[in-house]
């Protein structure tokens, strides 16, 4: 047999056999699905499957009539998907879609929506897939590889004004439009081949902890790349049409930008020009939980990546 495709064979093999757990270990799991689920034969929708543990604890509490379709845009993922029950459907897609393929399967109300933003574990510890600063492999950072935009292009084409927006307002970085003017004028000449290299050019930027500036710097690129917070808006704003009176959102959030947008729309209250927002539909959700969520001392030290989430249950009015 031709070792090429022998090999291809192993590697699935492999792969099919990576517990959940190693792909990404679920974040505030129960009460998660404690939350999002009022009616057991409703229809619910998993915007980010990943590696699919949100997804399998909704399952197991729903009845027979229930149903859940679930949404990643990462190819990899599909890999976790859930055979053998007919409630299940996982597709590979935006969330930002979600309207339109509910209306392709002739779902026009759903029970409830549960979104665990940002990326997996199994996407920053991919070394390939050029998410961490501390990858050998050229910056990457897409979710989805069959779009076009890279991290590598972004560093390439964004003018000195669009890298300034982006490490102003994703990055939050208080020294962005410098970091950006240098790049501009350096971009030719260096040699960046590796997320390390980028993390090394950096250098003379750095305030603060070294790996706290970095993780900012990559998270800014990150959120250009897969264009997070307008998915984000776009999703709200469907959820909002598409739940049932009494349906649920239920949405973890990993940094302030994404908890300030769900946080609100939630509240119905908003300042952005040119939003939905601050059309007169505003209130349009009860706020069900009015102290953030978080995880519990026992979790953040079974799971780094939960120290961070704030968790938001809104109810559909
Ligand atoms: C934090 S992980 C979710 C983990 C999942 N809850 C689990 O139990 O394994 C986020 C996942 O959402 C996906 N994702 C992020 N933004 C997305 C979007 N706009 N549309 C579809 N999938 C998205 C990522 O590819 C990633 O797999």
């Given at each position: 047999?031709?070792?090429?495709?022998?090999?291809?064979?192993?590697?699935?093999?492999?792969?099919?056999?990576?517990?959940?757990?190693?792909?990404?270990?679920?974040?505030?799991?129960?009460?998660?699905?404690?939350?999002?689920?009022?009616?057991?034969?409703?229809?619910?929708?998993?915007?980010?499957?990943?590696?699919?543990?949100?997804?399998?604890?909704?399952?197991?509490?729903?009845?027979?009539?229930?149903?859940?379709i679930?949404?990643?845009?990462?190819?990899?993922?599909?890999?976790?998907?859930?055979?053998?029950?007919?409630?299940?459907?996982?597709?590979h897609?935006?969330?930002?879609?979600?309207?339109?393929?509910?209306?392709?399967?002739?779902?026009?109300?759903?029970?409830?929506?549960?979104?665990?933003?940002?990326?997996?574990?199994?996407?920053?510890d991919?070394?390939?897939?050029?998410?961490?600063?501390?990858?050998?492999?050229?910056?990457?950072?897409?979710?989805?590889?069959?779009?076009?935009?890279?991290?590598?292009?972004?560093?390439?084409n964004?003018?000195?004004?669009?890298?300034?927006?982006?490490?102003?307002?994703?990055?939050?970085?208080?020294?962005?439009?410098?970091?950006?003017?240098?790049?501009?004028?350096?971009?030719?000449?260096?040699?960046?081949?590796?997320?390390?290299?980028?993390?090394?050019?950096v250098?003379?930027?750095?305030?603060?902890?070294?790996?706290?500036?970095?993780?900012?710097?990559?998270?800014?690129?990150?959120?250009?790349?897969?264009?997070?917070?307008?998915?984000?808006?776009?999703?709200?704003?469907?959820?909002?049409?598409?739940?049932?009176?009494?349906?649920?959102?239920?949405?973890?959030?990993?940094?302030?930008?994404?908890?300030?947008?769900?946080?609100?729309?939630?509240?119905?209250?908003?300042?952005?020009?040119?939003?939905?927002?601050?059309?007169?539909?505003?209130?349009?959700?009860?706020l069900?939980?009015?102290k953030?969520?978080?995880?519990?001392?026992?979790?953040?030290?079974?799971?780094?990546?939960s120290?961070?989430?704030?968790?938001?249950?809104?109810?559909?009015?």
């Amino acid at each position: 047999m031709n070792p090429r495709i022998l090999l291809s064979w192993l590697k699935k093999f492999l792969d099919m056999g990576k517990q959940n757990s190693e792909y990404h270990i679920p974040v505030l799991l129960n009460s998660s699905v404690e939350a999002l689920i009022t009616n057991i034969n409703g229809t619910y929708v998993d915007c980010t499957f990943g590696g699919g543990s949100h997804s399998r604890k909704i399952l197991s509490k729903l009845g027979k009539k229930g149903r859940l379709i679930a949404f990643d845009k990462d190819k990899d993922s599909l890999r976790n998907s859930i055979d053998n029950d007919d409630r299940f459907q996982l597709i590979h897609s935006d969330f930002r879609y979600l309207k339109k393929y509910l209306l392709y399967y002739n779902i026009d109300k759903i029970d409830g929506v549960l979104a665990d933003l940002g990326v997996s574990s199994h996407q920053l510890d991919e070394n390939e897939r050029g998410f961490s600063f501390q990858s050998d492999r050229s910056l990457d950072m897409r979710m989805n590889r069959n779009q076009e935009l890279s991290a590598e292009m972004l560093l390439k084409n964004y003018s000195e004004m669009e890298l300034s927006r982006v490490w102003k307002t994703y990055s939050e970085l208080t020294n962005a439009s410098k970091i950006a003017h240098q790049w501009i004028k350096e971009r030719k000449s260096v040699r960046i081949k590796t997320c390390k290299d980028f993390a090394e050019w950096v250098s003379p930027f750095v305030y603060g902890p070294r790996n706290k500036f970095l993780a900012k710097l990559f998270q800014g690129i990150r959120i250009e790349v897969n264009q997070e917070l307008s998915g984000l808006e776009e999703l709200l704003q469907q959820c909002s049409e598409l739940l049932q009176p009494g349906g649920r959102m239920v949405i973890l959030s990993y940094h302030s930008l994404e908890d300030r947008l769900v946080k609100k729309i939630i509240k119905g209250e908003s300042n952005e020009p040119l939003s939905f927002l601050n059309s007169n539909e505003s209130k349009m959700f009860r706020l069900v939980n009015r102290k953030l969520i978080e995880a519990d001392d026992e979790e953040m030290e079974n799971n780094s990546r939960s120290r961070s989430v704030k968790m938001r249950i809104a109810e559909k009015i």
